[in-house]
């Protein structure tokens, strides 16, 4: 909030130098971006991957936070996503340091996934659907364009309170973030899929 007053008067500072007609583009730039911030209860990670090339099995992480700010009037905005990887549920009781899983996402040295954007993709309508960040897994960043599904804003009818709502998805080759431990028995190619339900704050 503290931010947000100082960017404001900074526009008007700038707006009583330079003119009436310049105040009104500031002060729209300053108050037109809304931030919001993810429901982690309703925006739960999960993940596919296949098991001895046979079945398609499935795991989650129970801990998950982000924001998204977004501005429809200039079709820009930012995601920042961020997974607590000691919350990785494999649907086998608790997990520890010695199971596959925590091996798997070296969970002890590397305790966060992160997905990071200043690119969002907006349709025609000014939706969207997708946005160009950075993905870092083990320590490892690497480009990742995801797909933004069924994105829409409204006003939970429950809460009322203002909101905005999509599905992530994403597919990424594992080994490219120095994930290779247990390939092939479980597959290089990993399937991401992420609801998202984010309030305005």
Request: aromatic share 10%; with cysteine; charged share 20%.
């Amino acid at each position: 909030m503290v931010a947000w007053r100082a960017d404001a008067q900074r526009a008007f500072h700038f707006c009583s130098q330079f003119g009436a007609a310049c105040c009104g583009l500031l002060a729209a730039s300053a108050f037109a971006a809304d931030r919001y911030s993810l429901d982690a209860v309703h925006s739960i990670p999960e993940f596919e991957f296949k098991h001895l090339g046979v079945t398609t099995q499935t795991g989650r992480f129970d801990k998950a936070r982000g924001t998204v700010v977004l501005d429809r009037a200039t079709r820009s905005g930012s995601v920042t996503y961020e997974v607590e990887t000691a919350s990785l549920n494999m649907g086998f009781g608790t997990e520890s340091p010695d199971s596959a899983g925590y091996q798997l996402f070296e969970v002890v040295k590397f305790p966060k996934i992160t997905f990071r954007s200043n690119n969002l993709i907006f349709n025609q309508n000014s939706e969207v659907i997708g946005a160009r960040g950075r993905l870092t897994i083990l320590g490892v960043t690497k480009p990742l364009t995801i797909a933004v599904n069924h994105f829409n804003c409204s006003v939970n009818p429950i809460l009322k309170k203002a909101m905005c709502a999509g599905e992530i998805k994403a597919t990424i080759m594992r080994s490219e973030f120095g994930m290779v431990k247990y390939i092939p028995g479980i597959s290089d190619e990993i399937d991401v899929s992420v609801p998202i339900e984010a309030y305005k704050d």
